[in-house]
């Protein structure tokens, strides 16, 4: 009876246990690449980790939103004035990684009270002009293969440099994560449409 009363009195401080405070548990905090991480009680990380976005960051997400709305209106040309269907399936991968990342960065200035924010759109690097959208609607064939891929590829460093310099000047961890997803998947595009050039 005795050893029956042991295992009750166990279990009720394994449960015990399993419904502790949160502050019992320990949270590790990221470092830059190459830091060392620390250990934080909860009542510590929220601010740590969830830092509140600084201008930069505004700036970055709503300037990001109107760059990739250029890159998005360049790849609806690409169905009917594209020759190459290697030139095509480009087009569409970079429509159909961007809408959704025009949506979360919507979703994110509704969250973090940024609509209306608005930055220097003339200054962004790797946009097109007006004349060279006109000129890229113009082309057909393998006149437009060539001059999608060259614009696209300066419109791809253009977002690069872009986030770079936020995850420089940035403090917000969601920015820095968007920003990471522009550096990872256009420098892959990039080294694509690169690959494909001279072959056109």
Same mark, same amino acid.
């Given at each position: 009876?005795?050893?029956?009363? *042991?295992?009750? $009195?166990?279990?009720?401080?394994?449960?015990?246990?399993?419904?502790?405070?949160?502050?019992?548990?320990? *949270?590790?905090?990221? +470092?830059?690449?190459?830091?060392?991480?620390?250990?934080?009680?909860?009542?510590?990380?929220?601010?740590?980790?969830? $830092?509140?976005? %600084?201008?930069?960051?505004? #700036?970055? *997400?709503?300037?990001?939103?109107?760059? @990739?709305?250029?890159?998005?209106?360049?790849?609806?040309?690409?169905?009917?004035?594209?020759? &190459?269907?290697?030139?095509?399936?480009?087009? +569409?991968? /970079?429509?159909?990684?961007?809408?959704?990342?025009?949506?979360?960065?919507?979703?994110? #200035?509704?969250? &973090? &009270?940024?609509?209306?924010?608005?930055?220097?759109?003339?200054?962004?690097?790797?946009?097109?002009? #007006?004349?060279?959208? %006109?000129?890229?609607?113009?082309?057909?064939?393998?006149?437009?293969?060539?001059?999608?891929? +060259?614009?696209? /590829?300066?419109? @791809?460093?253009?977002? /690069?440099?872009?986030?770079?310099? *936020?995850?420089?000047?940035?403090? &917000?961890? #969601?920015?820095?994560?968007?920003? +990471?997803?522009?550096?990872?998947?256009?420098?892959?595009?990039? %080294?694509?449409?690169?690959?494909?050039?001279?072959?056109?």
């Amino acid at each position: 009876m005795r050893s029956g009363v *042991v295992v009750i $009195a166990a279990a009720f401080a394994l449960l015990a246990g399993c419904t502790a405070e949160p502050d019992a548990v320990p *949270v590790i905090a990221p +470092d830059t690449p190459g830091g060392t991480a620390r250990t934080l009680a909860p009542s510590e990380a929220t601010g740590a980790v969830q $830092a509140p976005p %600084n201008d930069a960051d505004r #700036q970055y *997400v709503a300037m990001m939103i109107v760059h @990739h709305e250029q890159a998005l209106a360049m790849t609806r040309f690409a169905p009917d004035r594209a020759q &190459n269907e290697t030139v095509k399936g480009l087009a +569409d991968r /970079i429509r159909y990684s961007q809408e959704p990342e025009i949506g979360a960065m919507k979703q994110w #200035q509704r969250t &973090n &009270n940024a609509i209306g924010t608005h930055g220097d759109h003339g200054s962004m690097p790797g946009m097109a002009t #007006q004349d060279q959208l %006109n000129a890229l609607g113009a082309a057909r064939g393998k006149d437009f293969d060539r001059m999608f891929l +060259d614009l696209m /590829i300066k419109h @791809h460093e253009g977002a /690069i440099k872009m986030a770079t310099d *936020v995850k420089a000047s940035g403090t &917000n961890v #969601q920015v820095e994560e968007m920003a +990471d997803d522009v550096i990872a998947v256009q420098t892959d595009e990039i %080294n694509r449409m690169k690959a494909l050039l001279p072959t056109l």
